[in-house]
DNA sequence: CCACCGGGGTAATACGTATAACTTGACTCG
DNA sequence: CGAGTCAAGTTATACGTATTACCCCGGTGG
């Protein structure tokens, strides 16, 4: 009734211990003939044998498991996130446990009291510098995804680049003659909120008339925002950038409700490429973040550090989705 | 540089490890003088102890961790399962770690092979029939969510309540003198949607046209049904419902490129109540479904069949939320 | 003065695996 | 013919913890 150990698949097959483990774990060239490894293989198959996976973890000193911490599941962006990381730790034999930040309600305050797997080293995706603390106490080995590399002591940084992506907005807009800009920014202070708001500054700023609301990124906080920004005397934006898709979407229903027409009277851009970038309409022209591959750049560099060599790489390049949102400024 | 080990403690404390093992497992109670107690504790954390989570798991034979199998992550409403599962885990020690399943593009075959930790217990949600017989291999505890209770031979079942959500949505639309509806069905063939539309049916036939077509889970593809099936002749339908929200958004932008302006000639209907449910414009009156809860009660499910008694509750409440997408049938 | 008892701890062990070190027999080569 | 080599295994051990069974000693009742 009990599970099967590797010990039982030795006597049913009538060699030792040893053997099975040699020959399950391919580590037989040579050591084992093709006759009795075949015998083992098939007991094993036989009784159902899976191998204790505690009892590894304890001999080899080493899980194979990664945590990923993320601020939020239900942000899509992160799922995204989780899945490319999944992926590749999939492919290297890893396993991935997942731990929701601080930010959330979880009443857990520390990350190992939650994650039960002993772990070989943690990934943390756009994480405020604070939160930061609770994590490193282990002292295991830190991946740190989308936040500011010159902070904190990570073994690697992956960024994406998220300042030439402002770049794209910003010549877009300027090119269909916009002149007067409302920059719709997140009341979230991270680094990658932080690194947005710097770069359209300095890219729009020579050229136009940049006014700046924040919001929290919900698409209810973003419309009440909006509305309030646009109900001025005059001199009203003819676009708004912002920071994610989710407060794009806010945007648009303000506008709507103040009776203005996307693109002809506004423009709206969006930051992510959410699904709910092409579920709304119009359709959101958008600077889509290739979420996955972050995740599995992330992952890819946790391995590489646990292997002990270090990793670095170029942000990962972003591009401008225009859709149906932006269109030519008012006269 | 290694880290410290209950040993390594002990002798900082000048006792055994058995001590330290008991006072930290807080199984001191008239074994230990609180004196030297509170030494071990001083000395554990001074060396910064932590146990190793492979060890204990070996020698409790039981790693207080589930594995919750979803579809996809990137669906909000999985995520926000997760989210509740981890919750109740949480605060009974356990942790969470997630496979996707087949269904994914994942090409881990086996899901206790990319599951590097081991395991106590199995949460599967909305899983085909089929998908079930490669997770039941290992023989650990199961409970299904949103499945068929009388197939599979799970501990436990939980699930919401899918034919009621159709019961208010299908009163909702007669009771706005909609005669004509059509059933904007999601081609996935699991029993939760089964369920779903053979619910709509025996509630709506009696009184109503009721017409269906299928559509792949995805904004574009329920435009594209949804286009088709709305350019008839004549006795277009003035209602849809939909499965889910995602495909009522695509419902709703193939209605404005047909023309129809929404509640006003057509009336819309979704589930689930996902972020997107109030993203979109109008606002979609669908079926909220409490997400967390189903994995809140998933987990509770599984632990209470850990803990050896059989656990049965009845089926989770769901309630319409109407908005702005459901109007008077037009005359 | 001895048997007993209970508080305060310790020694020993097992969980299931991976692997280093050793054994054994057959065969080869000088 | 003896030393050496090699294939094919086996024995023994350690990983770090939780827990059972034991030990010691001071006090106490008979």
Redesign the pocket.
Known sequence: M??P???DV?TAA?????????V??D?WR????E???ALVREAATRLG????L???N????STRTALLVVPALTNEFFARVYTGAARIAAEHGFGVVLYPSPDGTGPARDPFASARAALDGVIASSMAAGALDAIGGAGLPLVMLDSDPTAGRAAAHVNLAMADGMRQTAEHLLGLGHRRVLHLASAVDTWTFDIRAEALAALLGPHAELRTTRSTLTVDGARTATERALTVPHDRPTAIVCDDDILAAGACKAARRLGLRIPEDLSVTGFDDLALATAVDPELTTVHLPAERVGEQGMTALLSVLDGTPWTAPDIPVHLVVRDSTGPAPA
């Open positions: 009990t599970r150990t590797s010990r030795a009538g060699v030792s211990q040893a053997t099975v483990s040699l399950l774990g580590k040579g050591r084992v003939s006759r009795t490894a044998y899976r191998p204790n505690a009892a590894r304890l001999r080899l000193g």
